[in-house]
């Protein structure tokens, strides 16, 4: 699987932006998807996950209630709409899709070690 983000970009505090994820190669629909960020300086944190069917959903506490996770499954996209905001949300997002076979539950955790392909990152900056 290859996967490309678009979607980041400048905006200030409160604003909205929906990064987006294209994947190519077949099964795509196998793989579980999730968004990680990396802001300057710090250690890749997980962000969002979303299963193979896009039932089952799961975030990181510092982005709950602000950032949605989808996909689709037919074009092969995945999206993460970001909503209000913050500085500390500046960052490098990356697209990964989780390795088949592991359970849901190990894979919404977060951990990168259980995503087996990245994209190359988006850049988010945030201006207050």
């Known amino acids: 699987v290859q996967l490309q983000a678009s979607g980041g970009g400048l905006v200030q505090a409160g604003g909205s932006l929906r990064l987006s994820c294209a994947a190519s190669g077949r099964s795509f629909s196998t793989y579980p998807m999730g968004w990680f960020r990396q802001a300057p300086g710090k250690e890749r944190e997980f962000v969002a996950a979303v299963s193979w069917g896009g039932g089952s959903t799961s975030y990181a506490d510092s982005v709950k209630g602000r950032f949605t996770i989808s996909r689709d499954n037919a074009k092969k996209w995945v999206y993460l709409q970001i909503n209000s905001l913050k500085p500390e949300d500046t960052a490098v997002y990356y697209c990964?899709?989780?390795?088949?076979?592991?359970?849901?539950?190990?894979?919404?955790?977060?951990?990168?070690?259980?995503?087996?392909?990245w994209g190359q990152g988006t850049l988010v900056t945030v201006s207050s």
């Open positions: 990964a899709a989780g390795g088949r076979g592991i359970p849901w539950l190990t894979i919404a955790s977060g951990d990168p070690y259980n995503y087996e392909y």
